[in-house]
T-cell receptor, first 111, second 113 residues
């Protein structure tokens, strides 16, 4: 059974304090690892897709990396506007765009 | 602006009533999806459609029904057979059936009284 586990469940940072979020996955035939950002009461917003181990993607203060068993979302010098829940999803083989989502990491960045 | 529109944003329902959630997209995407989000759980797939007039069950389809008569529209009906319908429902689309880059709507929060 495909499984995605995110840690920590919640993270509180001071503005400028860099950290990383973890996404561990067990899927059959990974065909992509996806990161989304979700603000309270809103739909998730796509951030990154990673396809193979060693791949990295960057966007502003965020950088996503991928190994054969996990993905990290590194947040460098975060700002309060980075506060959100970050979701990770693994795509597996088979039809219908099968995605398995983790439960998310709720990030709060304080002044 | 292109995007996905879900309505209503909030909906209250009495037990035993069917309700229909609307999802419209103007992104010209082929594939559309319905997910359910509950506290402490990851998003779970209810139904998906890769082409007009065709749709497939996801992981938790029991108590739900959908239709895909137009490319732009993918409404979800929550029937009285759904035992625990109170949840946040998310509609999404993607340009094809293989990519995981989903574009989500703002969600519909259903509360059963």
């Amino acid at each position: 059974e495909d499984q995605v586990t995110q840690s920590p469940e919640a993270l509180r940072l001071q503005e400028g304090e860099s950290s990383s979020l973890n996404c561990s996955y067990t899927v059959s035939g990974l065909r992509g690892l996806f990161w989304y950002r979700q603000d309270p009461g809103k739909g998730p917003e796509f951030l990154f897709t990673l396809y193979s181990a060693g791949e990295e993607k960057e966007k502003e203060r965020l950088k996503a990396t991928l190994t054969k068993k996990e993905s990290f979302l590194h947040i460098t010098a975060p700002k309060p506007e980075d506060s959100a829940t970050y979701l990770c999803a693994a795509g597996s083989g088979g039809g219908g765009n099968k995605l398995t989502f983790g439960t998310g990491t709720q990030l709060k960045v304080e002044l | 602006d292109g995007g996905i529109t879900q309505s209503p944003k909030y909906l209250f329902r009495k037990e035993g009533q069917n309700v229909t959630l609307s999802c419209e997209q103007n992104l010209n995407h082929d594939a559309m999806y319905w997910y359910r989000q509950d506290p402490g759980q990851g998003l779970r797939l209810i139904y998906y459609s890769q082409i007009v007039n065709d749709f497939q069950k996801g992981d938790i389809a029991e108590g739900y029904s959908v239709s895909r008569e137009k490319k732009e529209s993918f409404p979800l009906t929550v029937t009285s057979a759904q035992k625990n319908p109170t949840a946040f429902y998310l509609c999404a689309s993607s340009p094809n059936s293989l990519g995981g880059e989903l574009f989500f709507g703002e969600g519909s929060r259903l509360t059963v009284l």
